[in-house]
T-cell receptor, first 117, second 116 residues
């Protein structure tokens, strides 16, 4: 069965500092990986995704994640964070339960990023 | 971009009341919709998967008669919490996906349900 591990539940950083949010997955099948961001009292927004091709994927707001098959990781990085990046970030992988036909997501437990001035 | 609207955003009601939550995909046809539940400081837990025109598939431990799901069209799915009790208080989030399983899900803004 698949699983997603986000080792850090909370990551406090100062504004303009770099940040890395870690995500490791386990899956025995082809891997699609997603990062979602959740702002307080809101639903989730897709931040970026890896489906195939280049292992480095980037979002429009400066985040990037690299798919590393050998390390089974998909860490999220940003070289310089802003106050507005304060949110909870979830790594996710599609489930293969039900033979993968439904494609529901398995989420990590989330990492709360707190950016301080 | 794909937009999913979830309504209402917040519900406060008495124990024993039934509550209906709507999830609409506004600018695309959603072949599959998902309903999640999120407890405080925890991740999302899938409750059920809903395909248009067919019965929802519930995850283990989720009561079908308690959480009624209807997916009557390609743009609308509803979750009805029947005879809600305080332990049903939670944050419920829907998502919609168009196309194949490798496509991302697009989430609504969630519904905060508080049962008194």
């Amino acid at each position: 069965a698949q699983s997603v591990t986000q080792l850090d539940s909370q990551v406090p950083v100062f504004e303009e500092a770099p940040v890395e949010l870690r995500c490791n997955y386990s899956s025995s099948v082809s891997v699609y990986l997603f990062w979602y961001v959740q702002y307080p009292n809101q639903g989730l927004q897709l931040l970026l995704k890896y489906l195939s091709g280049s292992t480095l994927v980037k979002s429009i707001n400066g985040f990037e994640a690299e798919f590393n098959k050998s390390q089974t990781s998909f860490h999220l990085r940003k070289p310089s964070v802003h106050i507005s990046d304060t949110a909870e970030y979830f790594c996710a992988v599609p489930s293969t339960h039900y033979g993968g036909s439904q494609g529901n997501l398995i989420f990590g437990k989330g990492t709360k990023l707190s950016v301080k001035p | 971009g794909a937009v999913v609207s979830q309504h209402p955003s917040r519900v406060i009601c008495k124990s024993g009341t039934s509550v209906k939550i709507e999830c609409r995909s506004l600018d695309f046809q959603a072949t599959t919709m998902f309903w999640y539940r999120q407890f405080p400081k925890q991740s999302l837990m899938l409750m059920a998967t809903s395909n248009e025109g067919s019965k929802a598939t519930y995850e283990q431990g989720v009561e079908k008669d308690k959480f009624l799901i209807n997916h009557a069209s390609l743009t609308l799915s509803t979750l009805t919490v029947t005879s809600a009790h305080p332990e049903d208080s939670s944050f419920y989030i829907c998502s919609a996906r168009r196309g194949q399983v490798n496509q991302p899900q697009h989430f609504g803004d969630g519904t905060r349900l508080s049962i008194l």
